[in-house]
Nanobody, 130 residues
């Protein structure tokens, strides 16, 4: 059983930046693919970015949704069992609850599909004003 906790959300003006953190406990986070998802008001949940396990053929491979490419960056700090989502050039359409999720299987390449992830955090709210 893995526990996932997000933090770092908040209120920011358009063009601003935020860094979200996802702390994983219960095992070494580098074994697992980890993803960020978001759900805006009245919208379906969508994938934002994911990072593959540090092990296996696809070690460290990263993917981004088209809507955030060039603005968001995902990274790991294995010493802290933490995955970050650095968000820059934020726009009002980025307003959403952001969720971190962990694939329960080890050594996997990540995919931008929520069904691939087993353990989810409670979310952190990001609000971007015009």
């Amino acid at each position: 059983q893995l526990n996932v906790v997000e933090s770092g959300g908040g209120f920011v003006q358009s063009g601003g930046s935020l860094r979200l953190s996802c702390i994983v406990s219960g095992s070494s986070s580098d074994y697992y693919a980890i993803g960020w998802f978001r759900q805006g008001p009245g919208k379906e949940r969508e994938a934002v970015s994911c990072i593959s396990s540090d092990f296996g053929d696809a070690a460290g491979r990263i993917y981004y949704a088209d809507s955030v490419k060039g603005r968001f960056s995902i990274s790991r700090d294995n010493s802290a069992n933490t995955v970050y989502l650095q968000m820059t050039s934020l726009q009002p359409e980025d307003t959403a609850a952001y969720y971190c999720a962990v694939d329960g299987r080890r050594f996997r390449e990540c995919v931008l599909r929520d069904f691939a992830f087993k353990f989810w955090g409670q979310g952190t709210q990001v609000t971007v004003s015009p």
